[in-house]
């Protein structure tokens, strides 16, 4: 059995399933800790003995040594009688922790520190924002203070605010610094005397559009560091209020070249059909590495279809338009005007081609309208899935079934309580694309079946296919899967962490990466969203931070935010024009919104409806099929909706 030590935060041990291992007392605890801060080195036992007392006991050595032989029943317990411990390994009088660095989060937190010091921005943006994402709280955060463990302690606590500047810098660096002003002004507050800390938060306030909160922060951090600290000037602040009062251009950047799609300028050759196809071709390849690639990519692929219609060879529209099959996760499209185009072009295209068009070209065409018209309840758009579906089917085409059980996917949320349905369909997706080599529909499943396991309240199996997906994408070079399982993470720490404070910094780092993913359709709301859902689980009102942009998922969100600011007027006229939710990944969690927003409010009709809707979703956990946010079980809410004075 491999162990998973986790010391940022409590000090806690997880097997390969993610179950938790019982290391037993504090004592035994602080001496596990005290063998992970060695870093694998050799600890003698005299050295464990003054760490773990102040005045040591006669017995003490012999209380270690029992200590030890605890430990190794608890991390091996399938270990033979004596043999030698794996794990712990006696050296001469002194004993060392030989668990994998990968193993133990702190250690993986300084060396993916130490790798991405000189790698790119966008790789730093992201593996930082992943190590960032395991820390719980303070380390060792069960442990009395004592003299190994507080110099640790604060050399963790440094690495740790590094990590944060350093991943700071990199997202200012790719323009994408609006959504880390709340975190930025915690490490300011918090640490007045890292003039970094306040060039970044100012940076990053001027990204966000707020330049007058940008200048007052550097003349309050510059007054700051002068009363408290002597400091007369600090060039950093001088140099960024200069270049923000002329407007510096390398404040905001633009994408760099290398980010944008080479390949996707116009190809060389000279055929119509081979250039647009080519076109469509090279924008597939290219949408998986997300970011700008991903945008410029969707755009291109419209451009060729637009274009291609108008040759009049609804042949050529057709391939074209097919020759682009990426998997679809979500069900808000990116850019719903962009998507509708296409579709309209799809069906024109279907209706030119008439019966006679080949069944494997009609399915990919029927499979493109599923895909792209979503998150609606139009009948249509469902009957053009299961139309793609049984060609393919007839076909025996494993291509043409994959998409069309991904357009199946999208059009399954038309109505609610169909996670039975997603489950096989992402069980076929994994099987088909295994035999097939279609390594992207084999991701898509493994993310789907997240999603269906955290809807079902079934995190460890979640989990395990989130190791499957990212295994994928690391071969397969589709970064995009790291920000969607990262998000996964952050709701499963909101789902076991008493402090939402740990959950909201995850939650905020994730945001981070989804700024620069290329997927707004999934960004936009998605973080007051979460951070909304941390308020309603912990019993405190809406955040009303004016920084949030609620997107989408303002109208839901608008009573609560009307009560936390005392106007329950207010909160009353905007619950009673409340739209029904539309029908894609958030339809019960915005559902459970609603239904907090009825008892507080005591709105019987309201409450009505919110337990009519909820009621097919019973036994799952609300908001769990996006696999980023929680409401807790839905038999909770119904519950509680149930306790109203008045239902009807």
């Given at each position: 059995?491999?162990?998973?030590?986790?010391?940022?935060?409590?000090?806690?041990?997880?097997?390969?399933?993610?179950?938790?291992?019982?290391?037993?007392?504090?004592?035994?605890?602080?001496?596990?800790?005290?063998?992970?801060?060695?870093?694998?080195?050799?600890?003698?036992?005299?050295?464990?003995?003054?760490?773990?007392?102040?005045?040591?006991?006669?017995?003490?050595?012999?209380?270690?040594?029992?200590?030890?032989?605890?430990?190794?029943?608890?991390?091996?317990?399938?270990?033979?009688?004596?043999?030698?411990?794996?794990?712990?390994?006696?050296?001469?009088?002194?004993?060392?922790?030989?668990?994998?660095?990968?193993?133990?989060?702190?250690?993986?937190?300084?060396?993916?520190?130490?790798?991405?010091?000189?790698?790119?921005?966008?790789?730093?943006?992201r593996a930082l924002g992943e190590a960032l994402s395991w820390w719980r709280g303070e380390p060792y955060a069960d442990l009395d203070a004592s003299a190994w463990l507080t110099?640790?302690?604060?050399?963790?606590?440094?690495?740790?605010?590094?990590?944060?500047?350093?991943?700071?810098?990199?997202?200012?660096?790719?323009?994408?610094?609006?959504?880390?002003?709340?975190?930025?002004?915690?490490?300011?507050?918090?640490?007045?005397?890292?003039?970094?800390?306040?060039?970044?938060?100012?940076?990053?306030l001027y990204q966000a559009g707020r330049q007058v909160d940008a200048l007052a922060s550097l003349r309050a951090a510059r007054a700051g560091l002068l009363d408290r600290f002597?400091?007369?000037?600090?060039?950093?602040?001088?140099?960024?209020?200069?270049?923000?009062?002329?407007?510096?251009?390398?404040?905001?950047?633009?994408?760099?070249?290398?980010?944008?799609?080479?390949?996707?300028?116009?190809?060389?050759?000279?055929?119509?059909?081979?250039?647009?196809?080519?076109?469509?071709?090279?924008?597939?390849?290219?949408?998986?590495?997300?970011?700008?690639?991903?945008?410029?990519?969707?755009?291109?692929?419209?451009?060729?279809?637009?274009?291609?219609?108008?040759?009049?060879?609804?042949?050529?529209?057709?391939?074209?338009?097919?020759?682009?099959?990426?998997?679809?996760?979500?069900?808000?499209?990116?850019?719903?005007?962009?998507?509708?185009?296409?579709?309209?072009?799809?069906?024109?295209?279907?209706?030119?081609?008439?019966?006679?068009?080949?069944?494997?070209?009609?399915?990919?065409?029927?499979?493109?309208?599923?895909?792209?018209?979503?998150?609606?309840?139009?009948?249509?758009?469902?009957?053009?899935?299961?139309?793609?579906?049984?060609?393919?089917?007839?076909?025996?085409?494993?291509?043409a079934l994959v998409l069309a059980l991904n357009a199946r996917f999208v059009q399954s949320f038309q109505q609610p309580g169909r996670t039975g349905e997603r489950d096989v369909?992402?069980?076929?997706?994994?099987?088909?694309?295994?035999?097939?080599?279609?390594?992207?529909?084999?991701?898509?499943?493994?993310?789907?079946?997240?999603?269906?396991?955290?809807?079902?309240?079934?995190?460890?199996?979640?989990?395990?296919?989130?190791?499957?997906?990212?295994?994928?994408?690391?071969?397969?070079?589709?970064?995009?899967?790291?920000?969607?399982?990262?998000?996964?993470?952050?709701?499963?720490?909101?789902?076991?962490?008493?402090?939402?404070?740990?959950?909201?910094?995850?939650?905020?780092?994730?945001?981070?990466?989804?700024?620069?993913?290329?997927?707004?359709?999934?960004?936009?709301?998605?973080?007051?969203?979460?951070?909304?859902?941390?308020?309603?689980?912990?019993?405190?009102?809406?955040?009303?931070?004016?920084?949030?942009?609620?997107?989408?998922?303002?109208?839901?969100?608008?009573?609560?935010?009307?009560?936390?600011?005392?106007?329950?007027?207010?909160?009353?006229?905007?619950?009673?024009?409340?739209?029904?939710?539309?029908?894609?990944?958030?339809?019960?969690?915005?559902?459970?919104?609603?239904?907090?927003?009825?008892?507080?409010?005591?709105?019987?009709?309201?409450?009505?409806?919110?337990?009519?809707?909820?009621?097919?979703?019973?036994?799952?956990?609300?908001?769990?099929?996006?696999?980023?946010?929680?409401?807790?079980?839905?038999?909770?809410?119904?519950?509680?909706?149930?306790?109203?004075?008045?239902?009807?």
């Amino acid at each position: 059995m491999e162990i998973f030590v986790q010391v940022l935060g409590p000090i806690e041990v997880r097997d390969t399933e993610d179950r938790a291992v019982a290391v037993g007392s504090r004592r035994r605890r602080e001496l596990l800790g005290r063998l992970v801060a060695a870093g694998g080195r050799v600890v003698p036992l005299a050295v464990l003995v003054d760490d773990l007392w102040e005045d040591p006991p006669p017995t003490a050595a012999g209380t270690i040594r029992t200590f030890v032989a605890e430990l190794r029943r608890a991390l091996e317990p399938d270990r033979p009688p004596r043999t030698p411990s794996r794990v712990i390994e006696t050296v001469g009088t002194g004993y060392a922790l030989r668990v994998a660095r990968e193993h133990v989060d702190a250690h993986r937190f300084e060396d993916t520190l130490r790798a991405v010091r000189d790698r790119p921005g966008d790789q730093v943006a992201r593996a930082l924002g992943e190590a960032l994402s395991w820390w719980r709280g303070e380390p060792y955060a069960d442990l009395d203070a004592s003299a190994w463990l507080t110099p640790e302690r604060a050399r963790l606590a440094e690495l740790h605010r590094q990590a944060v500047e350093l991943r700071a810098r990199a997202v200012l660096d790719l323009g994408r610094g609006a959504s880390l002003v709340p975190e930025l002004e915690a490490l300011a507050t918090a640490h007045p005397w890292r003039e970094h800390a306040w060039v970044l938060l100012s940076h990053a306030l001027y990204q966000a559009g707020r330049q007058v909160d940008a200048l007052a922060s550097l003349r309050a951090a510059r007054a700051g560091l002068l009363d408290r600290f002597g400091l007369e000037s600090v060039d950093g602040l001088d140099h960024l209020e200069r270049d923000i009062l002329r407007h510096a251009a390398h404040l905001t950047p633009a994408p760099r070249d290398e980010d944008r799609l080479r390949l996707l300028t116009r190809t060389e050759a000279t055929g119509t059909y081979t250039r647009l196809r080519s076109m469509s071709t090279v924008a597939r390849a290219a949408a998986v590495t997300g970011g700008t690639n991903l945008v410029l990519a969707q755009e291109q692929r419209a451009a060729a279809a637009a274009e291609a219609e108008r040759t009049g060879d609804p042949g050529l529209t057709a391939r074209v338009i097919a020759a682009y099959d990426v998997p679809t996760i979500w069900t808000r499209a990116d850019d719903p005007g962009r998507s509708e185009a296409l579709v309209a072009i799809t069906r024109r295209t279907l209706h030119r081609l008439g019966p006679a068009a080949p069944p494997a070209l009609r399915a990919r065409l029927l499979a493109t309208i599923g895909l792209e018209h979503r998150g609606t309840r139009d009948r249509w758009a469902a009957e053009a899935a299961a139309e793609a579906e049984q060609l393919a089917r007839d076909l025996r085409d494993p291509h043409a079934l994959v998409l069309a059980l991904n357009a199946r996917f999208v059009q399954s949320f038309q109505q609610p309580g169909r996670t039975g349905e997603r489950d096989v369909i992402a069980g076929e997706l994994i099987d088909l694309s295994t035999r097939h080599d279609l390594p992207l529909f084999e991701i898509l499943g493994h993310l789907i079946k997240m999603q269906v396991c955290a809807a079902r309240g079934h995190t460890d199996t979640a989990r395990r296919h989130v190791v499957s997906a990212e295994r994928l994408a690391t071969v397969h070079e589709t970064p995009l899967v790291h920000v969607l399982t990262a998000a996964f993470r952050a709701m499963r720490l909101a789902e076991r962490s008493s402090d939402p404070a740990e959950a909201a910094h995850a939650y905020r780092t994730v945001a981070a990466d989804l700024a620069g993913a290329g997927m707004p359709g999934v960004e936009a709301g998605i973080l007051p969203l979460a951070l909304l859902s941390l308020s309603m689980r912990h019993g405190r009102p809406a955040p009303t931070d004016p920084a949030l942009d609620w997107g989408p998922y303002r109208p839901w969100a608008q009573p609560l935010l009307d009560l936390a600011r005392g106007d329950l007027a207010a909160a009353r006229r905007t619950a009673a024009v409340l739209p029904t939710p539309p029908a894609d990944h958030l339809y019960d969690a915005l559902w459970a919104v609603t239904a907090h927003t009825a008892i507080l409010l005591r709105d019987a009709p309201l409450a009505a409806r919110a337990h009519d809707a909820l009621s097919p979703l019973r036994g799952e956990i609300a908001g769990g099929t996006t696999g980023m946010i929680t409401f807790g079980p839905v038999n909770d809410i119904l519950s509680a909706l149930d306790q109203q004075p008045v239902r009807r």
